[in-house]
Nanobody, 124 residues
Framework: QVQLVESGGGLVQTGDSLRLSCAASGRTFSSYSMAWFRRAPGKEREFVAVIKRTGGGIYYTDSVKGRFTISRDNAKNTVYLQMNSLKPEDTAVYYC?????????????????WGQGTQVTVSS
């Protein structure tokens, strides 16, 4: 069992930055691919970024490429999402997720564990 707790959300203005953190507890963190998803108001949850278990690669959805950076610190059992140049369309609840898989990691159903979410609101 893996427990995930997100933090770092908030209300910011267009162009600002935020760093989200997701602290994991439970079994060996480095054996999990870790991802961020988000759900905007009135929309379905969508993939944002994934960092696969050690050496497996990093991928982003097109709308955040060049602005967001996902990283992990296996010693701290934590995954981060650095978000720069934020836009109003980035407003959403951001969820951290974990899976033991290394394929299909852009798909919500591939994930076994989810955090409770953290709200990010970007004002124009």
């Amino acid at each position: 069992q893996v427990q995930l707790v997100e933090s770092g959300g908030g209300l910011v203005q267009t162009g600002d930055s935020l760093r989200l953190s997701c602290a994991a507890s439970g079994r060996t963190f480095s054996s999990y691919s870790m991802a961020w998803f988000r759900r905007a108001p009135g929309k379905e949850r969508e993939f944002v970024a994934v960092i696969k278990r050690t050496g497996g690669g990093i991928y982003y959805t097109d709308s955040v490429k060049g602005r967001f950076t996902i990283s992990r610190d296996n010693a701290k059992n934590t995954v981060y999402l650095q978000m720069n140049s934020l836009k109003p369309e980035d407003t959403a609840v951001y969820y951290c997720a974990a899976t033991g898989r290394t394929i299909g990691t852009m798909t919500e159903r591939s994930y076994d564990y989810w955090g409770q979410g953290t709200q990010v609101t970007v004002s124009s």
